[in-house]
């Protein structure tokens, strides 16, 4: 069964610090990956998303950045948090070139970022 | 630009029915959605509409009405458990996911 992996899940950092949030998928080849953030009282806002290996398509201009190294691991990162960053990171899987159909999202458990 | 609405808290008590609405206004439709995610944790997968009408799955059930960018999550024989936010999302023309701000669900004794 595929299962996907998220740390760390929790983190505070100084503002001006850099920032790592790793993911990766088992159990499946060539999986769609998507970084999203959630903050409280709005939507899911989808940061990256990736349909393979080093393919990221940003979908938000920020001071973020994602990376696709292997096939099943999806990198967030950052050079210098804002406190603006401070939030609810998840990652999310779904299964490749499926538009059609439920095509469902399966998520991390999440990462909880706090920038002082 | 694209919209989703759902109400942003809903009180029930335990053993009663809810029903969670959702209207959209996007660019396309390709699918509604629905996503459980209790406090703290990741959102989880409960339903998918494409057609219009009533989908049952247990105690969940899902409606779509296309014509009036409507559906809504019923939850019947409500438990402890189902207190959680419920977050709506529509699949766009362009496959993209727009999601709501989610429904938070209080159960009560």
């Known amino acids: 069964s595929q299962t996907i992996h998220q740390w760390p899940a929790t983190l505070v950092q100084p503002v001006g610090s850099p920032l790592s949030l790793e993911c990766t998928v088992e159990?499946?080849?060539?999986?769609?990956l998507y970084w999203y953030r959630q903050a409280a009282g709005r939507g899911l806002q989808l940061l990256f998303y990736?349909?393979?290996?080093?393919?990221i398509s940003s979908e938000v201009p920020q001071n973020l950045s994602a990376s696709r190294p292997q096939d099943r691991q999806f990198i967030l990162s950052s050079k210098k948090l804002l406190l603006s960053d401070s939030g609810f990171y998840l990652c999310?899987?779904?299964?490749?070139?499926?538009?059609?159909?439920?095509?469902?999202?399966?998520f991390g458990a999440g990462s909880r970022l706090t920038v002082l | 630009g694209q919209n989703i609405d759902q109400p942003t808290e809903m009180t029930a008590t335990e053993g009663a029915i809810v029903q969670i609405n959702c209207t959209y206004q996007?660019?396309?439709?390709?699918?509604l959605f629905w996503y459980q995610q209790h406090a703290g944790e990741a959102p989880t997968f409960l339903s998918y509409?494409?057609l219009d009408g009533l989908e049952e799955k247990g105690r969940f059930s899902s409606f779509l009405s296309r014509s009036k960018g409507y559906g809504y999550l019923l939850l019947k024989e409500l438990q402890m458990k189902d207190s959680a936010s419920y977050l709506c999302?529509?699949?766009?023309?362009?496959?993209?996911?727009?999601w709501g701000a989610g429904t938070k669900l209080i159960i009560k004794p």
């Open positions: 999310a899987w779904s299964a490749q070139g499926s538009n059609s159909g439920a095509n469902v999202l399966t």
């Open positions: 159990g499946t080849s060539n999986p769609n």
């Open positions: 990736s349909v393979g290996i080093g393919q």
């Open positions: 996007t660019s396309g439709f390709n699918g």
């Open positions: 509409n494409v």
């Open positions: 999302a529509v699949r766009d023309s362009n496959y993209q996911l727009i």
